[in-house]
């Protein structure tokens, strides 16, 4: 690496003297791991660098990459960088993931990122090569071919191209959008995280994350790297099937930061026993980001009483908010903060009204109040507003969407002509389409406003049903509030996967009230309905727009509107 890129590019300075002492370790059978030491992983960036070199890839242009979270994704994502492309990660299929689904999403992805090459891993070769030429994209190779095609060379880094970086978002309000992140961009991110949480290179990460997309990506992984840190990296599968095996990361191998949403914490804390904790010590566990969606106080005390008993301390908890368009992170908990919750009536929640009560105003209503947990205060360089319609500021406590200003703000999009998702992007400003309010400097997430609908005045959150539909314990991953207008009326949708009675009768109790007004229906259908994103958030708009166009698979266990009571027993699609 020449002193000109090393300057210019410090998402890659570590690949000018990396280290033998400290690398990535990956998850392997059993319990254990495989390391590579950064200099082992420098020196593979730089043969997968000559190889790209050597087919045609120049500054501008974009890599796709299609691996699974091993060396050579991470070697193939930092070689893209270091040609001054921008890689473009797509995560491989699951094994019991719809194949015809899969490839409808691969290809429109290809389509809208445009790749010069896909680099696969070479077991996925057979089903990805067909995608990609179906997108238009000629040259599909694995790492090992680029490695042969390097001819045993190791490339020097160029000077940064025009993007570090094309990551799609989760697809939770629509279609997947390709977001252009410049590489000041990402470096600043990556900067204002390692300064949020004091990172030295002595602070090891453990991650289960995709690394497909930003949090796993940019939190767990990228920053990592740029820090020179250890890294413990397992697949989500590898999590879902041993939770143990992730927590002893911190309880025996010393990592003490990481980052996962809100529903990783919940189901640690169901799957986890106590006594399969016994010998481990949390005591230098420093932070837990949790984001993705919106934070659940319960989940948070859960997590707590769990790890408690073995040093955790609940101050590492630090709830934030980011999004893809701004490459990742926007607020956070300070470090050493104990989190806090705003009690908040469902009668406040009007766009433009306030959602917490002034000192001396008078609440007494009768009206059942829930949690909303505070997600920090604006990363350094950010700057976060709330906003009405018109793009006015509003005071703090009153309820707007939010907007974003600031370095790590993305260029835009790939396809900027899409009208799927109401987030705007562009001149360095990001209105997001998520409502939430300022209070006492932190900034509280109330959901997606596209997931809002307005009944008799006030606004109805998707999340918020959710919350007070799932709190007795009804199992969150198993369920999916929707709400939308279906032939001009005002309409709820309760999806459950597999429901048990008391489920059903739970969300019939509080749709008909919390949703008085509209039209309500609950709908108990197969496992695996609910489509969900990345980071375990409901694809909300694509099943809605199932359930208007007759395609939800299910049985209609209640129809009618909130106030009354209509059931019926049929199976059918709900229609």
């Not at 495989?34 to 960036?45: N, Q, V």
């Not at 200003?405 to 109401?422: R, T």
Request: include cysteine; hydrophobic fraction near 45%.
């Amino acid at each position: 690496m020449t002193e000109r890129a090393a300057a210019e590019s410090p998402l890659l300075s570590w690949l000018e003297h990396p280290r033998q002492d400290r690398g990535v370790h990956f998850a392997a059978g059993g319990d254990d791991w495989t390391f590579l030491s950064y200099a082992e992983l420098a020196d593979r960036t730089r043969v997968i660098l000559a190889g790209l070199r050597a087919v045609g890839v120049v500054p501008g242009d974009v890599v796709s990459i299609v691996e699974p979270a091993g060396p050579d994704f991470v070697a193939t994502l930092f070689a893209a960088m270091a040609a001054g492309a921008a890689p473009s990660p797509i995560a491989p299929p699951l094994n019991f993931q719809d194949r015809a689904v899969y490839g409808e999403h691969v290809s429109g992805l290809l389509r809208a990122a445009a790749p010069r090459v896909v680099v696969c891993a070479s077991t996925l070769t057979a089903a990805i090569a067909p995608l990609a030429a179906a997108a238009g994209v000629r040259r599909v190779l694995s790492a090992d071919e680029l490695a042969d095609a390097a001819d045993g060379s190791r490339a020097a880094v160029a000077a940064p191209g025009p993007l570090a970086l094309l990551q799609f978002t989760s697809g939770s309000s629509g279609r997947a959008r390709g977001v252009q992140v410049p590489h000041a961009a990402l470096a600043a991110n990556v900067a204002a995280i390692r300064r949020w949480l004091a990172m030295t290179p002595d602070d090891p990460t453990a991650s289960w994350l995709p690394v497909h997309h930003d949090m796993g990506l940019i939190g767990c992984l990228v920053t990592p790297v740029v820090n020179t840190s250890d890294l413990w990296l397992m697949p989500p599968e590898e999590f879902v099937r041993n939770p143990g095996r992730y927590l002893r990361c911190f309880g025996e191998r010393g990592a003490r930061l990481t980052s996962m949403p809100n529903f990783g914490l919940e189901y640690l804390a169901r799957r986890v026993r106590p006594e399969a904790l016994t010998g481990l010590d949390f005591s230098a566990w420093r932070a837990v980001i949790v984001g993705a969606e919106r934070v659940d106080a319960e989940a948070l005390r859960r997590f707590c009483a769990l790890l408690g008993p073995h040093g955790f301390d609940p101050r590492a908890l630090l709830p934030a908010y980011g999004l893809a368009e701004a490459t990742l992170a926007v607020t956070g908990l300070p470090l050493d903060e104990l989190y806090h919750a705003v009690e908040l009536r469902p009668d406040r929640l009007r766009l433009g009204a306030r959602a917490v009560p002034e000192p001396g105003e008078d609440v007494d209503g009768g009206v059942e109040a829930y949690p909303v947990v505070g997600c920090g205060r604006p990363l350094t360089g950010v700057r976060v507003r709330i906003v009405d319609e018109a793009g006015t500021p509003l005071p703090d406590g009153v309820v707007g969407e939010i907007e974003v200003h600031g370095p790590s703000v993305a260029q835009g999009y790939v396809n900027a002509d899409d009208s799927a998702s109401q987030t705007a992007l562009g001149g360095g400003v990001l209105r997001t389409a998520d409502a939430g309010f300022l209070h006492d400097g932190q900034l509280h997430v109330l959901g997606r406003l596209g997931d809002s609908m307005k009944v008799r005045g006030r606004a109805v959150f998707a999340e918020d049903l959710e919350w007070a539909i799932c709190r007795p314990g009804v199992p969150a991953q198993r369920m999916a509030a929707l709400l939308g207008h279906r032939g001009g009326t005002a309409t709820v949708v309760a999806v459950f996967e597999q429901a048990q009675p008391e489920w059903l009768a739970q969300a019939e109790r509080e749709l008909r009230r919390r949703a008085e007004g509209a039209q309500v229906v609950i709908v108990d259908a197969p496992r695996g309905t609910i489509a969900r994103t990345s980071s375990g958030k409901p694809k909300r708009r694509q099943l809605w727009q199932a359930f208007v166009d007759d395609r939800l698979p299910g049985t209609v266990v209640t129809t009618g509107a909130a106030g009354q009571r209509d059931q019926t027993e049929q199976t059918t699609t709900a229609s």
